[in-house]
């Protein structure tokens, strides 16, 4: 198990910052649950996500990921419609957190 945060929910954001360190073969439900009560103290205006790994082939890969905190506040998000070559349409997902503000100044 491992906890992250992010300021930008954007679906295709898959850096999202790490909280503390990962959680590996931890057996004891009460150390998770620490690891997360002591996230949502620290970050209160961010989003949380916890992710489950499965180590049974070997090698670390995600099988379980899923938002645990949310702001109160969510700006969302607007479709940017543009005409691309040969009247194709390009549609673009742009966040309101993201526009007009930098890095930690989103909310």
């Known amino acids: 198990m491992n906890v992250e945060y992010t300021d930008d929910p954007h679906p295709r954001n898959s850096y999202w910052e790490l909280w503390g360190l990962p959680l590996f073969d ?3 439900v009460a150390a998770v649950m ?4 002591e996230a949502r103290k620290a970050i209160t205006k961010s989003y949380i996500r916890m992710n489950a ?5 070997g090698t670390e890969s995600c099988c379980m990921s ?10 969302g998000f ?3 419609r543009q005409e691309g070559p040969s009247r194709r349409i390009i549609y673009t997902i742009k966040s309101y957190a993201v526009e ?3 890095s930690g100044n989103r909310y």
């Open 100 to 102: 007009g503000n930098g």
């Open 34 to 37: 620490f690891e997360l009560a």
């Open 53 to 57: 790994f499965d180590a049974s082939y």
């Open 78 to 80: 607007w479709l940017d």
């Open 26 to 28: 931890i057996k004891d």
């Open 66 to 75: 899923f938002i645990v905190n949310r702001p109160s506040n969510e700006p």
